[in-house]
């Protein structure tokens, strides 16, 4: 089993800065992409940026030039630095991995996510 656990998310004003970690744990033979994506309320789940095992990354185009994502394959950990936050990133963030794990006598690729964790811009 892997499970993905997410923090770093909390209250900020418009304008600050805020580091998401999502830290992979389990039966892990290896990690392939890992991302995240944001719910707001009454809007669907987007994704905000992703990046690959080679470090190859990916924004959305309203946090790009605002948000950094990264990942530490030694600690299967991703991070997202989001700067210059605005109200309209107030969301769930969610972390997701696409984790390799042994399967009977050979192995399968799976997409985990993690339990969310919330962002608010607000004054």
């Known amino acids: 089993q892997v499970q993905l656990v997410e923090s770093g998310g909390g209250l900020v004003q418009p304008g600050g800065s805020l580091r998401l970690s999502c830290a992979a744990s389990?039966?892990?033979?290896?990690?392939?992409?890992m991302g995240w994506y944001r719910q707001a309320p009454g809007k669907q789940r987007e994704l905000v940026a992703a990046?690959?095992?080679?470090?190859?990354?990916n924004y959305a185009d309203s946090v790009k030039g605002r948000s950094t994502i990264s990942r530490d394959n030694a600690k299967n950990t991703v991070y997202l630095q989001m700067n210059s936050l605005k109200p309209e990133d107030t969301a769930v963030y969610y972390c997701y991995a696409e984790v390799r794990v042994r399967v009977l006598f050979d192995s399968s690729e799976y997409a985990y996510w993690g339990q969310g964790t919330q962002v608010t811009v607000s004054s």
């Open positions: 990046i690959t095992s080679r470090g190859s990354t």
């Open positions: 389990g039966s892990i033979i290896s990690i392939n992409d």
